[in-house]
């Protein structure tokens, strides 16, 4: 199975700031990653597919790049909606599909 | 709109089994692949299982291989997810979720979600 790795775990961040998550894969996945915001009680929902592809209804604020085991998660100006844990996933080699472990933007 | 609705969830005593269901409307389901997804917790995601649109393949994770069964009604626009023989470890919130396929290997993401159902594993 594909391990997927997430860092940082949490972030503190205030309102406009740039945050960047990062996902590491353990064997190369080529583009096929995608990530996913959560917030407290609710489901995850799609940002981003393919590693770049922004979801439709997705703000322009994210964005995602990367292939073959390294990518990222940027919020170029972050917003007070924003504050959740978001969560990478694998959808290269299935099954089955992994997920990282999240990682928690916090207010700073 | 396009809509996920799962029921079923509970508290059930360890060994025992329950079954539980996610409603599908405003897409056309039999062309979908459809997950189940957990979460314990406070933990992460975790997928469990899935089956295509077709209906004929299924695969399972491996911690609920042999326990648990993957099912759908098309006629009644249904997934299910029949768990046998729970455990402690399989509380969480369980997820139905909708496959959506970037290419004809199977390449995906998740892009609908419903809102989970519960489950409790106690004596």
């Known amino acids: 199975d594909i391990q997927m790795t997430q860092s940082p775990s949490s972030v503190s961040a205030s309102v406009g700031d740039r945050v960047t998550i990062t996902c590491r894969a353990s064997q190369g996945i080529s583009s096929w990653l995608a990530w996913y915001q959560q917030k407290p009680g609710k489901a995850p929902k799609l940002l981003i597919y393919?590693?770049?592809s922004l979801q439709s209804g997705v703000p322009s604020r994210f964005s995602g790049s990367g292939s073959g085991t390294d990518f990222t998660l940027t919020i170029s100006s972050l917003q007070p909606e924003d504050f959740a844990t978001y969560y990478c996933?694998?959808?290269?080699?299935?099954?089955?599909?992994?997920f990282g472990q999240g990682t928690k933007v916090e207010i700073k | 709109q396009v809509q996920l609705v799962e029921s079923g969830g509970g508290v059930v005593q360890p060994g025992r089994s329950l079954r539980v269901s996610c409603a599908a409307s405003g897409f056309t389901f039999s062309n979908y692949g459809m997950h189940w997804v957990r979460q314990a917790p406070g933990k992460g995601l975790e997928w469990v299982a899935v089956?295509?649109?077709?209906?004929?393949?299924?695969y399972y994770a491996d911690p609920v291989k042999g326990r648990f069964t993957i099912s759908r009604d098309k006629s009644k626009n249904t997934l299910y997810l029949q768990m046998n023989s729970l455990r402690a470890e399989d509380t969480a919130v369980y997820y139905c979720?909708?496959?959506?396929?970037?290419?004809?290997?199977?390449?995906?993401?998740?892009?609908?979600w419903g809102q989970g159902t519960m489950v409790t594993v106690s004596s």
């Open positions: 996933q694998q959808a290269n080699s299935f099954p089955p599909w992994t």
């Open positions: 089956m295509w649109d077709a209906g004929s393949n299924k």
């Open positions: 393919a590693a770049s």
């Open positions: 979720v909708r496959s959506r396929d970037y290419d004809s290997s199977g390449h995906s993401a998740f892009d609908i």
